[in-house]
């Protein structure tokens, strides 16, 4: 199992328990935890990236774990905003 294989997946794993989470608990107040989810995930990214101690293909599994995460959150942003439509208003007001 190569280094990309292992350490990107439990970033997106992390990130989809997040969306999860914010999409019980957090109601109308969705767009105010998914960036906290993200910035969670970003660090997550750069403390397991970082203790892999190799540099071959460090920025391809930042990419790989970043870009998981904002797919991941993105499709989460737009059903939340699909369930919860008012929080739009609250947010441009």
Partial sequence: MSARSRSVP???LVALAGAILVGVF???????WIPV?????????????LS????????S???ASV???LVILGVTTVVL???HP???GRLFS
């Fill in 37 to 49: 989810v993200a910035a969670g995930a970003l660090l997550l990214t750069f403390v397991i990236q």
């Fill in 61 to 63: 599994r930042i990419i």
């Fill in 81 to 83: 905003i699909l369930l």
């Fill in 67 to 69: 870009g998981g995460v």
């Fill in 26 to 32: 957090a109601g109308d107040r969705f767009l105010t």
């Fill in 10 to 12: 439990p970033v997106w």
């Fill in 86 to 88: 008012t929080s739009l």
């Fill in 52 to 59: 892999l101690q190799r540099k071959e293909g460090l920025v």
